[in-house]
């Protein structure tokens, strides 16, 4: 049935996908890789996919051509300044963010705020 909608209509539902589960849109189909390679994707950060590993993080990101930043929070995890070279080599016109907190505190808003915006995607078609 999903095979039968339109693109333009697919790229409409998937504006509305939660952000855990936009790794997953790419692997469903070849049309569902297609458009996904055509978002726009405002901002994408590492730490809303704790599941992964920076590298399956930078491989599932390179599904979406269209990224405009990439935040990778390194603290406590492998990531390293070698990660956000070859992010930048892979992503041209997206800004690299690589981040660590140390303070606690500011570690714990942050996990705060990424929690409250799962509820909403980070997607904005054009």
Known sequence: MADELPQEVLRI??????????????????????ICETLHIQM????????????????????????KVIKLNISNRECNNSHKL????????????????????????DNLLMHYSKIHTNLFIH
């Open 44 to 67: 994408i950060q590492w730490k809303d996919y704790d599941r992964l590993s920076i590298d399956q993080f930078i491989s599932m990101c390179q599904r979406f051509k269209n990224i």
């Open 86 to 109: 070859l992010l930048e080599k892979k992503f041209k016109k997206a800004k690299i963010e690589l981040y660590k907190s140390d303070n606690p505190l500011i570690e714990f808003a």
């Open 13 to 34: 539902i998937f504006k509305f996908v939660n952000p855990d589960s936009l790794f997953t849109l790419p692997k469903v189909c070849r049309k569902w890789r297609n």
